[in-house]
């Protein structure tokens, strides 16, 4: 055999045992990620994070949301019908992502309005009136 074939082949070798290592790493990772929260579910909810719905519900959902995201504005709908259909067998906890301008300020009206039990309405606005401000 050439040198050439030589080192075409144990480059070809290198390259598999890497490229499975890594995702054999990768799967590991993942693996124990998922053990960690299926462990402790309340690993995800803070002890200022927004709850709607009864926190002794059976089911948690955890939202990561940004007020002034267009796609958290759209997905909205569907978490209002998921209450609807789940009054009392659904939670959902609200951790705040401010990534988009605007937001911060967005989070402190939410804060304030959570604060004086107006939070569902106050959040319900921010949404509907979101291409005005964001």
Known sequence: MN??????GTSAAALAVFGGGAWYLRQQEEAAAAAAV??????LVRPNSPILGPAEAPVTLVEFFDPSCEACRAFH????????????????????????????????????ARRQDKFEPVLDALFEKQPEWA
Not at 3 to 8: D, G, N
Not at 38 to 43: R, S
Not at 86 to 107: K, M, N, W
């Open 77 to 112: 709908p569907v978490i209002e019908d998921l209450r609807q259909q789940y009054p009392t067998q659904l939670r959902i906890v609200l951790r705040y992502t401010p990534f988009h301008e605007g937001s911060d300020e967005a989070v402190r009206i939410l804060e304030a």
């Open 3 to 8: 040198r050439r074939a030589v080192l075409l």
């Open 38 to 43: 299926t462990q402790n579910p309340e690993a």
